[in-house]
C-alpha cells in the first residue's frame, strides 16, 4: 500500500529533506509552503514533489489544502508538522504580534494540521503525526520566549494525543532538532558559528537536514507501531533531558 504524506514547510531546509526522504521511501508527498512561490518552484522542478500553498495558521485554509491534497494524492496517513518561523527579541522588548505571529504558526499550526486529518485518522485505524519541535523547546533559550514557548508546546499536545490516538493505530512523536545546517542557520556569522555554536555541540558539527529526515522515515513507517508519545532529541549531545 502507497501511504500519502503532507509535510509542512516541506519545500526548503529540513522540510524540503523529510519531503525528499519520505518519497525516496516510496510515499506519496505532498510539500506545503507558505510563501517563498520560487523556492517552491525550484522544488518542484527539482524532486518532482507537488507543492501546495498556504498558511499552516489559518484553520480553514489547512482544511481547504488538506481538501485539495487528498484530491489530487489520496487520504493522507501521515502529516508532518514542520512549518515554523522565528520572531526573535528579548522579552522587554517583545511586541504582542511578535508573539502571536510565532504561536500562531508553530503551535497553532500543529492542531490546525493535525485536527482536520484526525478523524480519517481514527476511521482508517491509522495515522502518523511527527512533530518537529526544537531544542529550544526543551531548555528554552533568551530572545526566544516565543518559539520556546510554542515549541514546549508542540511537546504537550504530542505526549497528550498519543494517548487519544493509541488505541486508533495513530501515533504521535516529536522530534527535536539542535543546530542543523540549513540556509538559516548557515547564514549566521562564521565567527559567531565556529566560536560560539558548535564549541557547545559534543560531535562537533552541525547536524543534517537529512539525520533529521531519516528519523521521520522511520517514525512513519509501520515498523515504529509501538512507539507513541515520545520525543526524540536529535541535537549532537547538546543537551539532554
Not at 498558511?55 to 488538506?66: L, M
Amino acid at each position: 500500500m502507497t501511504r500519502t504524506a503532507i509535510v509542512t514547510g516541506g519545500s526548503r531546509g529540513i522540510g524540503a529533506a523529510i519531503s525528499v526522504a519520505l518519497r525516496d521511501a516510496g510515499y506519496k508527498v505532498a510539500a506545503n509552503y507558505a510563501g517563498n512561490d520560487e523556492a517552491a518552484a525550484r522544488f518542484k522542478d527539482e524532486t518532482g514533489i507537488p507543492v501546495y500553498k498556504w498558511s499552516v495558521a489559518d484553520y480553514d485554509a489547512c482544511v481547504a489544502g488538506i481538501a485539495q491534497v487528498e484530491a489530487d494524492l489520496g487520504p493522507v496517513d501521515v502529516v508532518v508538522n514542520n512549518a515554523g518561523i522565528t520572531r526573535d527579541a528579548m522579552f522587554h522588548k517583545m511586541t504582542p504580534q511578535q508573539w502571536r505571529e510565532v504561536i500562531d504558526t508553530n503551535l497553532n499550526g500543529v492542531f490546525n494540521m493535525t485536527h482536520p486529518l484526525w478523524s480519517g485518522m481514527r476511521d482508517r485505524k491509522f495515522g502518523r503525526v511527527i512533530t518537529i519541535s526544537s531544542i529550544n523547546g526543551q531548555k528554552g533559550q533568551a530572545g526566544q520566549a516565543n518559539y520556546s514557548a510554542a515549541k514546549a508546546g508542540d511537546l504537550g499536545i504530542t505526549k497528550a494525543l498519543a494517548q487519544e490516538g493509541a488505541r486508533a493505530g495513530i501515533t504521535v512523536n516529536a522530534i527535536c532538532p539542535g543546530y542543523i545546517a540549513t540556509e538559516m542557520v548557515k547564514a549566521i556569522d562564521e565567527k559567531v558559528l565556529n566560536e560560539r555554536i558548535i564549541p557547545q555541540i559534543p560531535v562537533g558539527r552541525l547536524g543534517e537536514p537529512e539525520e533529521i529526515a531519516r528519523i521521520v522515515v522511520f517514525l512513519a513507517s509501520d515498523e515504529a507501531g509501538f512507539i507513541t508519545g515520545s520525543t526524540i532529541s536529535a541535537n549532537g549531545g547538546q543537551f539532554f533531558v
